[in-house]
């Protein structure tokens, strides 16, 4: 779900980006809009592999809220403490969420306690 959410916040600034952008600076303004876009749209697809349980999703879900601290912590200080609170927090909270034994279970196709290895 904060995958999601995450994806759909960086489509949003990258539509913001793509409209505003100034004629002076027309090449920036292009590439942050696209880069948002595409990181937007790799997002979706992640939470979307999650949603459905998919292996593959779990590394890039578990990379990108790591990638998220470090730019929390940039944000601590002054007026944009609660920027910092909000995407630590969340990013905190999405890889405890992953990292979780069951979670682990779902989405390396573990049966853990209550799946196929642990019935007898």
Do not use: K
Request: glycine share 16%; with cysteine; aromatic share 8%.
């Amino acid at each position: 779900m904060v995958t999601a959410l995450l994806g759909l916040v960086a489509l949003g600034l990258g539509v913001v980006e793509a409209f505003s952008t100034q004629a002076s600076r027309w090449v920036v303004g292009v590439t942050t809009a696209v880069v948002f876009l595409a990181y937007g749209a790799f997002l979706l697809l992640v939470a979307q592999g999650l949603r459905r349980a998919r292996r593959w999703s779990r590394g890039p879900a578990v990379a990108v809220h790591l990638l998220h601290l470090p730019i929390a912590y940039g944000f601590l200080g002054g007026s944009t403490t609660w920027v910092a609170l909000l995407v630590g927090g969340l990013s905190l909270l999405s890889l405890v969420c992953l990292l979780v034994p069951r979670a682990t279970a779902a989405l390396t196709g573990g049966g853990g306690l209550n799946g196929p290895e642990g019935q007898h």
